[in-house]
């Protein structure tokens, strides 16, 4: 049987998979059933998972980041050993939306924080009878005088 390879891997690619590997297991492997017990990760983690370069991998290079192939490859390397109470993909998605809609001045004061870890994003989705499904939020405008 072959080995699958990735289409879009390249040597740099294959160099910071090894390096995310190796953190992963040496740093976060021995914690995650403490990570479980516990229902978080530890701020001292996280602190090293963003000094590591491995938070918001996604985001642009001049806040910190690179592009969504790094984040893939946080996210194959967590995968094959189980972790998933890391919750960086809810910290990176709070930062896409501070970059996609934010202001430039926002972006350079929160996302490079987000980045190393200094900072943790989170969202915060839940509507009177939708819950967290944003499909399900109804809304309707009511003329209250001139508003």
């Not at 953190?23 to 590591?52: C, N, S, Y």
């Not at 910190?64 to 094959?80: I, K, M, N, Q, S």
């Not at 929160?110 to 499904?133: K, N």
């Amino acid at each position: 049987m072959k080995t699958y390879v990735s289409t879009w891997m390249d040597d740099d690619l294959h160099m910071l998979r090894d390096a995310i590997s190796r953190f992963v297991e040496t740093e976060m492997l021995p914690l995650d059933a403490k990570w479980r017990d516990q229902h978080r990760v530890d701020r001292e983690t996280w602190h090293k998972i963003g000094a590591a370069g491995f938070l918001c991998m996604d985001i642009p290079v001049e806040y910190g980041g690179g592009d969504f192939r790094h984040e893939a490859l946080l996210y194959e390397e967590l995968g094959r050993r189980g972790i998933s109470g890391l919750g960086q993909s809810v910290h990176s998605i709070a930062a896409q939306h501070l970059f996609n809609y934010g202001t430039e001045a926002q972006d350079q004061r929160w996302l490079p924080r987000m980045a190393r870890g200094e900072l943790i994003g989170a969202i915060g989705i839940t509507e009177p009878g939708a819950g967290s499904d944003m499909k399900g939020v109804r809304i309707r405008a009511v003329r209250d005088g001139d508003h």
